[in-house]
């Protein structure tokens, strides 16, 4: 009554060897709906529906399946699956801001591996050493004294190698794991991360969907996503609630949070079939650049790094900037002083925006 099947067996077998008929459904239900707006899937949907099947596919990020799908239906915001337990409040840390001007971007608006590995390492002696993420060792000190579950986003598969040899190396015990780790070598793992016997597991996208362990608290973004939707999924890896997590920790080292389409992982989003991850960030940038734009940077704190959207003091370590200015920051590769007009309110003044 019921197949489970995945896009590359049914092709090979149904398209390629023709050793099967596609199955006759009445229904077809798409996981992961984000990834299955490639040829190949579309061909596949279209005749279970030309057979007469209903088709639904479950995203936590409706991007690129405007083409496929005629409906959309948001079951459940942010704050709504916080009121009833779901999910937990996410503490967001910017310690660093890389520089990813002229950075290269594929079809798809994730940045090329090659160029975000060129910002995050550099070769030194014959061995691989942080270039702008050379704070991840102390910031996660600062931030998870208790070393809690926590997982680690690195640029590439031999940097999330790196990472954990040299956690490992500072006293926090890390693990790696790529698409090529054995599944019994993966098991392990993760229960020893979920009895405290690991503290963090290190990997560079393999992790980012599909992974279910809502005891993970900490998560490490050593690494730059261009595409919101990559960075929505990864971050949403520690959002998950459990027993006695009251929140997650956020330990950015790409400063998403102001970037480009990306914006706080509290936020609620306003989705539509029309939604891509380049045309969130045409859209976000466009909304950047208009005059009277209400939107201002966030405020990073520069004694614990914490990120706010307004006030005077910070809310996590009690520090508070007194001068109402701004300092420089890095625009398009060049360094511009950025203005303010004089606000009333001071809920809504800003106070500085770190400059890395």
Known sequence: DIQIA???????????????????????????????????????????????????????????????????????????LRKLGLLVPCDVYGPDEPDLTRLKQGSSGEFVVEEVVKRVMVTA?????????????????????????????????????????FLNENGIRSAHIDADTPDEERDTTFKMLANGDLDLVCNRFVLREGWDFPGCEHGILATAFGAPSNWLQAVG??????????????????AHWWRDGFGSPNQDRQWSLDDSDIGLVKKARLVRETENNPEREPIVCP??????????????CGFQWNKRQRVVIQTDGSLKRMSMPKITRKAETPDAVKHW
């Open 6 to 80: 995945s896009i590359w067996t049914v092709n090979a077998r149904v398209y390629r060897a023709q050793s099967w008929n596609l199955w006759e459904a009445d229904e077809v239900i798409v996981d992961e709906a984000h990834n299955l707006g490639h040829p190949t899937a579309c061909k596949i949907l279209d005749e279970h529906y030309n057979h007469g099947a209903r088709i639904t596919g479950y995203t936590a990020t409706p991007v690129n399946i405007g083409h496929v799908y005629r409906t959309l239906i948001v079951a459940g915001t942010n704050s709504e």
């Open 125 to 165: 002696k014959g061995e691989k050493r942080p270039r702008i993420f050379g704070r991840v060792l102390e910031s996660y000190h600062q931030l998870n004294p208790d070393k809690k579950p926590a997982v680690l986003f690195a640029p590439g598969v031999p940097e999330s190698r790196w990472f954990a040899e």
């Open 237 to 254: 890896r520690i959002l998950r609630a459990a027993p006695g997590k009251t929140h997650a920790i956020l330990q950015d080292h790409g």
């Open 303 to 316: 004694r614990c790094s914490a990120i706010r959207k307004a006030g005077d003091t910070c809310p996590y």
